[in-house]
């Protein structure tokens, strides 16, 4: 079995704990997706076959070392659905290449995708869209994930701060995506 299915397995049985309104719709979604093979990126931090699954882990894996949950008294299945979820925004982004024997040899960043929003955005349009219920701390958590690296936040949006006092899961995952990204995974 490759890493990206024993991550896929992992990921599913998480996603299962949450027992949330739309799972099994959303899940045959995500699997018709190369959600769980695709690259995190291309150049930088999991540039490789399952890499955005495995970052999806180990930001999962971050944020409960955290112990938002216990300290924080943040729900569980929140904290896995942030965690496991931040970046589905990738999922249209990357493309397989293949050689002649159909196998794949490395992935193309798409620039031409359907909805032209930002990351933290178009993560939470498409899970919603899929049916998949997002609470408020969810979507802000996604939403904000990426922190001041947000293209709103480098053109002046004040809303950040707002975020991160309101939910501080939306300040616990970026803290998290950007251990995973940093300190666990090398380009």
């Known amino acids: 079995m490759k890493q990206w299915e024993e ?6 049985r998480l996603l299962e704990d949450a027992d949330r309104c739309g799972f099994c719709d959303f899940m045959e979604w995500l699997d ?3 959600f769980f093979r ?3 990126s291309t150049k930088h931090h999991g ?3 399952g890499g955005l699954a495995e970052h999806s882990l180990n930001v999962y894996k971050r944020l409960t070392a955290r112990n938002v949950i216990g300290d924080m008294g943040m ?3 929140s904290t896995e659905l942030v965690a496991l979820l931040h970046d589905v925004c ?3 982004r990357y493309f397989p290449e293949t050689g002649e ?10 620039t031409d995708v359907a909805l032209p929003v930002g990351h933290g955005e178009r993560s939470v349009i498409l899970i919603q869209q899929q049916g998949l219920k997002l609470t408020l701390e969810e979507i802000t958590a996604i939403r904000w994930h990426m922190g001041g690296f947000d293209d709103s936040v480098r053109g002046g949006s004040r809303e950040l701060s707002e975020a991160f006092r309101r939910y501080p899961l939306a300040l616990q995952l970026h803290i998290a995506d950007m251990e995973a990204t940093y300190l666990d995974e090398k380009e």
């Open 7 to 12: 991550n896929r397995r992992h990921i599913v």
């Open 32 to 34: 018709s997706t190369y």
């Open 38 to 40: 695709a690259p995190a």
């Open 47 to 49: 540039s490789y076959e």
């Open 75 to 77: 729900k569980r299945e």
């Open 90 to 92: 990738k999922i249209d």
């Open 101 to 110: 024997d159909g196998r794949i040899t490395g992935w193309k960043y798409n």
